[in-house]
């Protein structure tokens, strides 16, 4: 059978920073409730002359180079995220821009889970046989939806990119061990961002008068709302169940893992799984502190710079998980 290999990574992120204290002159928090309650110091947010695309072409040059991969070979493009330029889609542009002639290229959206999900995508569009090359890119920009004015929230988000290059290969030398991929829409009232219109129709009741849905619309997001102890609750339970169904299909145990990187979505989370999983902290992956919770570029981000700095080594087991909004969450074990 034919495999599919992770050949190469990239990452991107925004020029402009703000700090928790930055943070603290525009709503009532400090340092020191941010690092102790989560982990994070930084995150970068997008300019004005930066958008996810062009983070995307970027982290995806980057991974490109790295696996010496002309974009002319790149036979599909998937872009992760939920925060795309345009609501139709912003893969094309990527493309385009990247000169990815050749490739089909389209969005995949489940928030901070997008970029388990891509993966095993792509590996199976490979598997599958017809495409040889595969981008794998994880773009977000939530600070295009976070309520600034809300401390519970605008304090933990961060814009970014990461994207990784998967490639036809032996089936003996296939990346993908084992993958354990879920969803609850029941959890849905705990993180979203949903549509203006939408939200208004609904809670003004069954409105049968066919005008109503006739009324020409700018239909506009509410900002991100979310239940922080919910979500807080829901990924240490849920978490440690995926990753442990993933290593299972791969046939390995806890033990065998070099790395456990987990979506960054806050410190706390990152070692209640990692204690529950019996993964000893130095195992860790953890950057969360300079880029906040980047959604769907997290963990290709945290791979790429621990590939790059030479931590993450060839032939290391990773065990990624990614977990949010839907509610998605699933892990994937790697071997890079
Ligand atoms: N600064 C200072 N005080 C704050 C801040 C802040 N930024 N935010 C909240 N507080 C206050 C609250 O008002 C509350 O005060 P009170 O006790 O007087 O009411 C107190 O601090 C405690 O607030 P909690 O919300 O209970 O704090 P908690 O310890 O739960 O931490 C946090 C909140 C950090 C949001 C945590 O719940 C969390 O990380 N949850 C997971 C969120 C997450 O990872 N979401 C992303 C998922 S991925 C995706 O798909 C987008």
Redesign the pocket.
């Known amino acids: 059978g034919r495999g599919s290999r992770l050949v190469g990574s990239g990452s991107a992120v925004p020029k402009h920073l703000i700090t928790n204290e930055d ?2 002159k525009f ?4 340092d020191e ?2 690092s102790v ?2 982990g994070i110091r930084n995150r970068r947010v997008l300019g004005e002359e930066e958008s996810v695309t062009s983070l995307s072409v970027e982290a995806s040059r980057k991974a490109l180079e790295m696996a010496n991969v002309k974009p002319e070979d790149v036979d599909l493009l998937l872009l992760c995220t ?1 925060t795309p330029d345009d609501l139709f889609g912003s893969a094309p542009q990527v493309q385009k821009l990247l000169g990815c002639h050749n490739a089909l290229a389209f969005d995949l959206t489940a ?3 997008g970029f388990v999900l891509g993966l095993v995508t792509a590996t199976r569009f490979i598997r599958g046989g017809g495409y040889e090359n595969v981008l794998v890119v994880g773009s977000d920009a ?1 600070s295009r939806y976070v309520d600034w004015t809300d ?7 961060g814009d970014a990119s990461g994207a990784l290059l998967l490639q036809a290969a032996t089936d003996d030398q296939d990346s993908l061990l084992g993958f354990d991929l879920r969803s609850d829409g029941n959890g849905h009232k705990h ?1 979203h961002v949903t549509v203006d219109s939408v939200a208004e129709s609904s809670s003004s009741g069954a409105e049968t008068n066919g005008a109503a849905f006739l009324q020409p619309g700018k239909a506009s997001y509410e900002c ?1 709302q ?7 609750k829901f ?1 240490v339970r849920a978490v440690p169940q995926v990753v442990e169904g993933a290593l299972q299909e791969a046939g390995i145990t806890g033990n065998d893992v070099d790395w456990l990187l987990l ?1 960054q ?2 410190q ?2 990152l070692d209640s799984v990692s204690d529950r999983l019996h993964i000893p902290s130095e195992k860790v992956i953890s950057n969360l502190a300079n880029y906040g ?1 980047t ?1 769907a570029a997290s963990i290709p981000l945290a791979l790429d710079e621990a590939v790059r700095s030479g931590k993450v080594k060839a032939g290391d087991v990773v065990a990624t998980a990614g ?6 969450w699933g892990s994937a074990i790697v071997k890079w």
Do not use: P, Q, Y
């Open positions: 943070l603290s709503v009532d928090t400090s409730w941010i309650r989560t939920s928030a901070c889970s939530l401390r519970g929230t605008c304090i933990l988000f993180l991100l979310m239940n922080g102890k919910e979500v807080f990924a979506h979505a806050n706390r989370i919770n959604s977990f949010g909004a839907g509610l998605t």
